[in-house]
């Protein structure tokens, strides 16, 4: 669709600068009396003028990620691509800005639906206030198309559950959770519970160690009780469940023993 309406822009800059030659070169004084280069003058100048300016323009506002940042949504070409897992490796301004708002190129590895790992990269238009939020290791749900992976645009479809949803099975593809524990943490009581002990096992599994946790864990009613759970974490998230913080957990009443705890990706 871009490239179409690039092409479109091109051809009609060409026609009304092959037409104002055109008129320039064959036109006929209509009187001994008209001062010569007449026909150079006239509406017809305002031809090369205007295809002059639209065509940059065409260009500029069909570049990636321009469209997406006045519309909110990502391009047709990808607004029903596969939803993946970008994992951000580099990123750069390129140099042009829209309302005085960078645009950014960003270097991804992408995890896809099926498991496997690609790089790739997309184009976006980011505010200032939130260029500090690009650092490598951010993980952001991006869409891209099966047939043409160097390609990716960071899904702004606003739908949580389905990058959740791309997010889970890469973690038990990983072995890093289970869909048992995804249940607990679905459908489980959400209450808090503070670390009161932490070691670490020595097991790792795609980055993520091993660690037991001791907790004491507050039920609705106020009452409390003790447990020990093992979660596989990130190395940016130990921070998180170190003794003393306080942690969002679930778990189900007929078995309190089996804590999940809820800690955000990005930590």
Do not use: C
């Not at 580099?90 to 960003?106: A, H, K, W």
């Not at 489980?188 to 096992?201: D, E, H, Y």
């Not at 009443?253 to 800690?263: C, K, Q, R, S």
Request: no cysteine.
């Amino acid at each position: 669709m871009m490239k179409s309406l690039r092409w479109i822009a091109v051809a009609i800059a060409a026609l009304a600068i092959g037409y104002y030659l055109l008129h320039g070169l064959t036109y006929v004084r209509t009187s001994e009396y008209e001062p010569a280069g007449m026909g150079w003058l006239g509406w017809q100048m305002a031809l090369p003028i205007i295809a002059l300016t639209l065509v940059p323009m065409v260009f500029a506002f069909t570049g990636e990620g321009i469209i997406a940042a006045f519309t909110g949504r990502n391009s047709a070409a990808f607004r029903n691509g596969l939803i993946g897992l970008g994992t951000i490796t580099s990123f750069r301004q390129t140099g042009l800005t829209v309302n005085e708002q960078p645009q950014v190129r960003i270097e991804f590895r992408v995890e896809g639906v099926d498991g496997k790992t690609f790089d790739a990269a997309a184009k976006m238009i980011v505010p200032l206030t939130e260029l500090a939020l690009l650092q490598p290791g951010v993980v952001l749900p991006v869409r891209y198309l099966p047939d043409r992976t160097d390609k990716v645009e960071v899904d702004l479809s606003g739908d949580p559950a389905t990058a959740q949803q791309a997010l889970n099975e890469s973690l038990i593809r990983k072995g890093i959770t289970t869909r048992h524990k995804l249940d607990i943490a679905e459908r489980g009581i959400a209450t808090q519970a503070v670390v009161q002990a932490l070691s670490v096992t020595g097991t790792i599994r795609d980055g993520h160690s091993e660690v037991a946790l001791g907790l004491v864990v507050t039920r609705p009613d106020g009452s409390t009780y003790r447990t020990q759970v093992t979660k596989f974490l990130a190395p940016s998230t130990i921070g998180q469940v170190q003794v003393g913080r306080i942690l969002r957990v679930h778990y189900l009443p007929g078995n309190e023993d089996e804590v999940v705890i809820a800690l955000p990706v990005n930590a």
